[in-house]
């Protein structure tokens, strides 16, 4: 049965640092200190953090902002949980 989620985990994930926008978007992340950040925008980036803390990289430091979103809004952190156990696989 093909989900929602098995997209998700198909996705090529090396390519998606190479994508411009993506890239446009980490840097003015990463450059902006006291800027609020929304839901969308968060939502934009939240595969790339959960992808970092998987990794064992340091997310928080280098999105704080996102970090920082995750812990006041139900909504992102829900999304970003679901994230987490799509990189952790299928529970079998
Ligand atoms: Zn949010």
């Keep these: 049965m093909k989900t929602f989620f098995d997209l998700f985990k198909r996705r090529p994930k090396k390519t998606q640092k190479n994508d411009p926008a993506m890239q446009m978007l980490l840097r003015s992340v990463a450059m902006t200190n ?3 950040l929304t839901c969308d925008e ?9 992808e970092m803390v ?3 990289e340091d997310a928080a430091g280098f999105m704080p902002l ?4 995750l812990t006041m809004c139900p909504d992102c952190r829900e999304e970003y949980e679901t994230l987490l156990r799509i990189l952790d696989g299928p529970a079998e």
């Design 34 to 36: 006291e800027k609020e």
């Design 42 to 50: 968060v939502f934009a980036l939240l595969d790339q953090f959960a």
């Design 54 to 56: 998987k990794r064992g």
């Design 66 to 69: 996102v970090q920082k979103h």
